[in-house]
Every structure is written in C-alpha cells, then in structure tokens.
C-alpha cells in the first residue's frame, strides 16, 4: 500500500492521511491506493466511520499534480481522469459516514476530495477553490457536479467559472462546510463527530446513507418507498434485535454490522 495515503484505526473509525508533501497532491500511486483502501475498509465489519485529513497544517490537498498534464497527452489525462473518478466515487459510497477535516488549502481534486465525503469540517484558516479552468482544465472527479448540490447552481458557478476561492467562514455560510474549528482543531472534531458514528448502527447508518445520497437523483416517491423496504430489510439484520432490546433493557447497544 502507497505510503501518500496513510491508515490508523481509532477503535471504529478509519484515519485516512493524505501525506504527499509538500502539497499532498494527488498523483497515480495515491489515488490507485485510496479506491483500494476504501475498498478494503467497506469489507471490514469493524469499520463503521472514516476520516480524512491533510499530512501538516498547510494543506489538506492542493489537488492533482499538474506535471501529469504538461506534455498534452490525452491518453495519459484519460487515464488519470478515471483514476480521480473510481477514487472519489469509491469514497462516495463508502459504507460508512466519511467526514473530511479540512486543515489547510483544500483546492481542485483536493476540494473534490472533501466534496466526496459526506460530512465536512474546516479550520478557521482554510481555503477552498475549483480552479481548473484558470490553468486550462476543468474538475474531473465530481466538483461540477457535486458541488452544485451543496451551495447552489450560483455559488457553484462563482466559484467553478469565476476561479472564486472562498474561506472557511464562507464556505459554512453557503453550505459548503458544516462546522469551523479553530486552527489545528479539524481533526479532533471529525474524530468526535466520528464517536457519535460508531454509536449508531452501521446496519442502520449503511441504508439511512444510500436513502440520502439516492434523494440527488431520484423522485420523492422512489425515496419514500425505499425508506419503508430498506426499513424492514433491517429486520433481516442482528443489529436490528440488538439496538431494540439494547433499549428495552436499558443498556449499550454490542453492534456486529451484520
């Protein structure tokens, strides 16, 4: 496994370190290790929630290392393309909840990266920006698309179109963000917030996620129906049994993620 994207287990939650210095730029190797690795942690019971961070307290990825894309080769930008779209589709549908601690610049496939999550904190001194189009380029691995969702066509097309960066304190006032944290305190709140992850049941937590992320493109109807089917596909499940009598008996839920 490729040493850019580094792994520690706390209890239930994955720590995802993206450590390609000096930027933490995404390449080949990274981004190959990062759709195995996900694909590894959503084959591990244990698992239940993932964090991701930036290696230092500059960056948490400054995006794609533009050197891949200075000789105008079109095979090799199809190639990378791809591996920027498996990865962060990979991270998408992470079985879990994935939260993003944004410590530092968070710009192109960087942004991506926590746009790929589904929850986001940032330090009070990050910046974020999509600015693919000022070197020639444009976002590859769901910005145009995911980004709009979140703050809105206008925002999206400010920042996507105009090369607008935004703060930290902007980016959770348009809904880019969730929380902001003062400086070097990112990754202390994912991990908490991951804590309130790990007392759910990942059972549970699997379907309530692919209900929110199916609300994107499907019809208020479908997500109704799927919320009363997948409701009593949980009673095929242990930690169904668990979590009710967990209650009843007035005691700690023992999840087994099955």
């Known amino acids: 496994m490729s040493q850019k994207i ?20 995404w390449d080949r190797e990274s981004l190959g290790a990062l759709e195995q690795m996900i694909g590894q942690l959503n084959d591990n019971p244990d698992v239940y929630a ?13 995006g794609a290392d533009l050197k891949q894309f200075a000789d105008g080769d079109k095979v090799a930008a199809r190639e990378v393309a791809e591996l920027f ?18 410590n530092g610049y968070a710009m192109g496939g960087g942004l991506e990266c926590a746009l790929a999550c589904d929850i986001r904190i940032a330090e009070e001194q990050a910046q974020m920006a999509l600015p693919e189009a000022s070197v020639g380029l444009l976002p590859c691995a769901g910005g145009t698309q995911n980004l709009p969702w979140l703050v809105g066509e206008g925002w999206a097309k400010r920042m996507i179109l105009c090369g607008e960066r935004v703060n930290a304190q902007r980016a959770e006032k348009i809904g880019l ?9 990112s990754l202390e709140a994912a991990l908490k917030l991951a804590e309130g992850v790990n007392a759910q049941s990942p059972s549970s937590v699997s379907r309530c996620k692919r209900l929110v992320m199916n609300a994107r493109s499907g019809s208020h109807a479908e ?33 087994q993620n099955a």
């Not at 993932?50 to 400054?62: D, R």
């Not at 779209?85 to 944004?102: K, P, Q, T």
């Open 85 to 102: 779209g498996r990865a962060f589709d990979a991270l998408s549908h992470f079985r879990g909840v994935s939260i993003a601690a944004i």
């Open 50 to 62: 993932l964090v991701i961070t930036g290696q230092g307290e500059k960056f948490f990825s400054a």
């Open 177 to 185: 963000v969730e929380e902001v944290v003062p400086r070097g305190q």
């Open 223 to 255: 997500g109704w129906a799927g919320e009363r089917d997948l409701f009593v596909e949980l009673f095929d499940t242990l930690d169904q049994k668990e979590g009710v009598n967990a209650f009843l008996e007035k005691r700690n839920a023992k999840w």
């Open 6 to 25: 580094q792994l520690e287990m706390r209890g239930h939650t994955a720590l995802l370190t993206i450590a390609n210095p000096p930027a933490n730029t």
